[in-house]
C-alpha cells in the first residue's frame, strides 16, 4: 500500500534548483506505460496561464480547449480554468494509435503542467517547499523496469515542472 506523500522538497527558483529533499519513501520504482488508462481520462486538470500559452503554441485557439468555471464567491467573481474533457471524461487531446495498439497525448510537447507531473502531485507548503505526492491508481508505479524516483529523478524529471508549479498555483 503507497502512502500519498512521497517527499518534501524545498526549491531554490532563483537557481533553479533542489536545495533539499526528505524522502518519506524509497522504493517507489517508475515508468510511464503509455496506457492512458487513468491519468488522461480523470477529467480535464486545472490549468495555468502558462499551459494555456504552450497549447497555444501547438496551434489551438483557447476556445478550442479551455473550459471556464465561473465561481461567485463571496465579495467576487473567480475564474479557474480547466482543459475541456470529452463527454466520456476523457481528454480532448488523447487519441488511440491502432498501429500501435496504445493511447498518445496530441499535444505531449505542450501539455499542461499537471499532465507532466503524473502520477505525482504536489501541495505547497510555504513559498519554496512542497509536498510531493503519489497517484498511486497509475500502473506505472512500481513498475519492474522503471526509475528509481529519487534525487535524480527528481532533477531530471520533475524539477522544471515543480519549480513551474511554484510560479503558478
Do not use: W
Amino acid at each position: 500500500m503507497l502512502s500519498d506523500v512521497l517527499a518534501r522538497i524545498t526549491l531554490d527558483s532563483k537557481l533553479g534548483k533542489v536545495r533539499d529533499i526528505l524522502f518519506h519513501q524509497r522504493r517507489i520504482r517508475f515508468k510511464c506505460r503509455r496506457c492512458a488508462s487513468l491519468c488522461c481520462r480523470l477529467g480535464g486538470p486545472r490549468l495555468s496561464r502558462q499551459d494555456a500559452e504552450r497549447i497555444k503554441k501547438a496551434g489551438y485557439d483557447t476556445t478550442d480547449f479551455l473550459d471556464l468555471l465561473n465561481n461567485k464567491p463571496e465579495g467576487g467573481a473567480l475564474i479557474c480554468r480547466s482543459l475541456k474533457s470529452r463527454k466520456d471524461g476523457s481528454c480532448i487531446f488523447l487519441r488511440f494509435r491502432p498501429d500501435q495498439n496504445r493511447y498518445e497525448c496530441s499535444i505531449y510537447d505542450f501539455r499542461p503542467l499537471l499532465c507532466r507531473l503524473y502520477p505525482f502531485d504536489f501541495e505547497r507548503k510555504s513559498p519554496n517547499a512542497i509536498l510531493l505526492k503519489l497517484i498511486p491508481c497509475c500502473r506505472g508505479l512500481n513498475d519492474a523496469d522503471g526509475e528509481s524516483v529519487d534525487d535524480e529523478f527528481v532533477a531530471d524529471h520533475l524539477l522544471a515542472p515543480l519549480l513551474e508549479a511554484l510560479e503558478s498555483f
